[in-house]
């Protein structure tokens, strides 16, 4: 079974700074991979989709790569902003969705 | 559009009562998703719909849980009987033809079995 894990689960940085989050994955077999941010009390809003055969997507100050041969993709934010504070999750999409238990992000004014 | 609509936002139940969550599609979506959310586990896949027939409900847990879409545009999520593990937030999600991988989320629905 794919097992997803993201790290670190909480991070706090300041206002501006460029910060990265990670995602990994045990089963390569996969179509694509999502990140999605979920704000509180609400569902999830997806971020960037990176299909199997790409190695990166970019929306604005979020890039997000994947390496699938090792099993990992990065969520990158640049110029933090307190807006950004959310927690962020990571899906693969294999036979079916599995996603990892999310990173909470917290960016302080 | 308004989104994919779920009710109820909030359920309060005792251990052993039915709970039933709902969900309307986003209009024009063919495919429909229920997930759970739990601390623990995470977002997890319950059961997925295409053009209102269950594709993979390998995540539903137990018999205690069903769903089914009679139409396009309203699924249920079932639960009977409820028991106090159960308790997590529930989330539809639905997607356009062609687009499984781009998934809209309702807000969810709360669910606290006491």
């Known amino acids: 079974k794919q097992e997803v894990t993201q790290i670190p689960a909480a991070l706090s940085v300041p206002e501006g700074e460029n910060l990265v989050l990670n995602c990994s994955f045990t089963d390569s077999a996969i179509y694509n991979l999502q990140w999605f941010r979920q704000d509180p009390g609400k569902g999830l809003t997806s971020l960037l989709l990176i299909q199997s055969s790409q190695r990166e997507q970019t929306s604005g100050r979020l890039n997000a790569s994947l390496d699938k041969s090792s099993g990992r993709s990065t969520l990158y934010i640049a110029a933090s902003q307190p807006g950004d504070s959310a927690t962020y999750l990571c899906?693969?999409?294999?036979?079916?969705?599995?996603f990892g238990t999310g990173t909470s992000l917290t960016v302080i004014p | 559009d308004a989104g994919v609509i779920q009710s109820p936002r909030h359920e309060v139940t005792e251990m052993g009562q039915e709970v039933t969550l709902r969900c309307k599609p986003i209009?024009?979506?063919?495919?429909l998703f229920w997930y759970r959310q739990t601390m623990m586990r995470g977002l997890e896949l319950l059961i997925y719909f295409n053009n209102n027939v269950p594709i993979d409900d390998s995540g539903m847990p137990e018999d205690r849980f069903s769903a089914k879409m009679p139409n396009a545009s309203f699924s249920t999520l079932k639960i009977q009987p409820s028991e106090p593990r159960d308790s997590a937030v529930y989330f539809c999600a639905s997607s356009p033809p062609g687009r499984e991988e781009t998934q809209y989320f309702g807000p969810g629905t709360r669910l606290t079995v006491l």
């Open positions: 899906a693969v999409n294999g036979n079916q969705f599995y």
């Open positions: 209009s024009g979506h063919n495919s």
